[in-house]
T-cell receptor
């Protein structure tokens, strides 16, 4: 599975957009990009995933560059409850489907 | 979305004893479940892939005789920490994939905090 790199931490003002980058320069053509977040002492929560096209759901938007070597998760209007560790994962959609978690980005939303 | 539960949510045990943690998919069937371990302020580390009806596949460096995994049904996988020691104290998390729904994501349980005294 491709390795991902993310900034260790970020701050964002409440109500503003939070843009969380992820580099996955060794990603293969059939590997999906997944984003999860983990609020303290809870299991990870699925946010969004994509392959090539940009994706949007009720939680966030995912922007994937044309060469697919990086992506950005966008939380359009961050709230205090969005404070969490955000993980970017790439996974081949076959075989065991296992995830390998990187270090993630600790997002702190400030009032 | 699909729900995964874990039991217990926390457990304290004495050194040398064994502890069993259950992972259940409540409203879907999962032929594959995953077990992770997480130490404070660290990321999740995949321990093993649990396959229904067959032996689990362990990640490199994980002792299969110490962390026994049983996936006896399509909705239940168990992790038994045998002869637990204080260094086994950690947050254990399971996940599962709903193979019938066509969705691509894994669903995670709430985690089990193990403290070995």
């Amino acid at each position: 599975d491709a390795k991902t790199t993310q900034p260790t931490s970020m701050d964002c003002a409440e109500g503003r957009a939070a843009n969380l980058p992820c580099n996955h320069s060794t990603i293969s053509g059939n590997e999906y990009v997944y984003w999860y977040r983990q609020i303290h002492s809870q299991g990870p929560q699925y946010i969004i995933h994509g392959l090539k096209n940009n994706e949007t759901n009720e939680m966030a938007s995912l922007i994937i560059t044309e060469d697919r070597k990086s992506s950005t998760l966008i939380l359009p209007h961050a709230t205090l409850r969005d404070t969490a560790v955000y993980y970017c994962i790439v996974r081949v959609p076959s075989g065991t489907y296992k995830y390998i978690f990187g270090t993630g980005t600790r997002l702190k939303v400030l009032a | 979305g699909a729900v995964v539960s874990q039991h217990p949510s926390w457990v304290i045990c004495k050194s040398g004893t064994s502890v069993k943690i259950e992972c259940r998919s409540l409203d879907f069937q999962a032929t594959t479940m995953f077990w992770y371990r997480q130490f404070p302020k660290q990321s999740l580390m995949l321990m093993a892939t649990s396959n229904e009806g067959s032996k689990a596949t362990y990640e490199q460096g994980v002792e299969k005789d110490k962390f026994l995994i049983n996936h006896a049904s399509l909705t239940l996988s168990t992790l038994t920490v045998t002869s637990a020691h204080p260094e086994d104290s950690s947050f254990y998390i399971c996940s599962a994939r709903d193979l019938t729904s066509g969705s691509r994501e894994q669903y995670f349980g709430p985690g089990t905090r193990l403290t070995v005294t």
